[in-house]
């Protein structure tokens, strides 16, 4: 069994109820949380308590931060996390977000040495010194429609996970705790079916072909990744059914099965987190401060 050192303060916070009116904005901004099973949206909500007491949110471009933002944008995020020994997005310290697209500036290398800047329009980006920053428009929207593979925040937490060791590769840790030669096969396994995936993938974007996978995913492992983690949760079905590979690797790194859950809100209803009883245990280039990101 896979341990994980939770610190006294983390033990208290998911011991605490889960506000009622939060339970409210998950029902209402993330249709993803309603096919969840009940233990599944109890493990999410004391994650989201977690995150939420230790990431600092701050609104750009005149953008007031609200209990609505702050909820929508960590149940996302933790959804990635459910099952997991992981640590609760260590690197990260703020999630900075805008109205909506917004510009940043982009360097372009050319031959000879020469390059060029200019600003390109995002929706979001996954920095790896402690840093996503995301547009909320784009967030309410890729929340809203959980079937159709575009998320911007699982796409941007995605990268926060593949970039844990230092590097936006495609390749995050894998078997946290678990004896070497164990994590060695996972390693080996990993890199072997993803890079044959992504090839394939590459390819059928160089023809013009059609795949489950949006095509941005050809432009980088990283954004491979990324792009495969958004497919993974709101495409499962299909996933599994076209790329059978890539999603038991996916399963395997998650610690989930989205293709087994309920299409629709479960018959029963669930209840916010009641107090514990006492005792309760519980991408774009090589430089280290370029982001990656969502650039659709």
């Given at each position: 069994?896979i341990g994980c050192f939770?610190?006294?303060?983390?033990?208290?916070?998911?011991?605490?109820?889960?506000?009622?009116?939060?339970?409210?904005?998950?029902?209402?901004?993330?249709?993803?949380?309603?096919?969840?099973?009940?233990?599944?949206?109890?493990?999410?909500?004391?994650?989201?308590?977690?995150f939420l007491a230790e990431?600092?949110?701050?609104?750009?471009?005149?953008?007031?931060?609200?209990?609505?933002?702050?909820?929508?944008?960590?149940?996302?995020?933790?959804?990635?996390?459910?099952?997991?020994?992981?640590?609760?997005?260590?690197?990260?310290?703020?999630?900075?977000?805008?109205?909506?697209?917004?510009?940043?500036?982009?360097?372009?290398?050319?031959?000879?040495?020469?390059?060029?800047?200019?600003?390109?329009?995002?929706?979001?980006?996954?920095?790896?010194?402690?840093?996503?920053?995301?547009?909320?428009?784009?967030?309410?929207?890729?929340?809203?429609?959980?079937?159709?593979?575009?998320?911007?925040?699982?796409?941007?937490?995605?990268?926060?996970?593949?970039?844990?060791?230092?590097?936006?590769?495609?390749?995050?840790?894998?078997?946290?705790?678990?004896?070497?030669?164990?994590?060695?096969?996972?390693?080996?396994?990993?890199?072997?079916?993803?890079?044959?995936?992504?090839?394939?993938?590459?390819?059928?974007?160089?023809?013009?072909?059609?795949?489950?996978?949006?095509?941005?995913?050809?432009?980088?492992?990283?954004?491979?990744?990324?792009?495969?983690?958004?497919?993974?949760?709101?495409?499962?079905?299909?996933?599994?059914?076209?790329?059978?590979?890539?999603?038991?690797?996916?399963?395997?790194?998650?610690?989930?099965?989205?293709?087994?859950?309920?299409?629709?809100?479960?018959?029963?209803?669930?209840?916010?987190?009641?107090?514990?009883?006492?005792?309760?245990?519980?991408?774009?280039?090589?430089?280290?401060?370029?982001?990656?990101?969502?650039?659709?």
């Amino acid at each position: 069994m896979i341990g994980c050192f939770m610190p006294k303060g983390r033990r208290e916070l998911t011991g605490a109820a889960f506000p009622v009116p939060w339970l409210g904005l998950l029902h209402q901004r993330f249709p993803l949380y309603r096919r969840l099973g009940e233990a599944d949206r109890r493990e999410l909500q004391e994650k989201i308590l977690v995150f939420l007491a230790e990431k600092n949110f701050e609104g750009c471009g005149g953008l007031s931060i609200t209990d609505e933002i702050r909820v929508t944008v960590a149940a996302q995020a933790c959804l990635l996390l459910l099952h997991r020994p992981a640590k609760c997005y260590a690197g990260l310290r703020s999630i900075l977000v805008y109205p909506s697209t917004y510009f940043a500036p982009s360097v372009r290398h050319y031959h000879g040495g020469v390059t060029s800047e200019e600003q390109i329009a995002l929706l979001g980006e996954s920095w790896e010194h402690g840093a996503v920053v995301l547009a909320w428009d784009s967030v309410c929207g890729g929340a809203a429609n959980p079937f159709d593979g575009h998320n911007v925040v699982l796409h941007e937490f995605a990268h926060q996970l593949d970039q844990e060791d230092g590097l936006a590769n495609g390749a995050p840790v894998l078997g946290r705790g678990r004896p070497l030669l164990e994590r060695i096969g996972l390693y080996s396994s990993w890199a072997r079916i993803l890079a044959a995936e992504y090839e394939q993938l590459r390819r059928k974007a160089g023809k013009g072909r059609k795949s489950v996978l949006d095509r941005y995913a050809a432009s980088h492992p990283a954004e491979f990744f990324a792009v495969a983690t958004e497919c993974f949760f709101e495409k499962p079905r299909q996933l599994l059914k076209k790329r059978p590979q890539l999603y038991g690797e996916l399963k395997r790194f998650y610690c989930q099965d989205p293709a087994t859950w309920t299409e629709g809100p479960p018959e029963s209803g669930d209840e916010p987190i009641e107090p514990a009883d006492a005792g309760r245990s519980t991408p774009a280039t090589d430089s280290t401060a370029a982001p990656t990101g969502s650039r659709r």
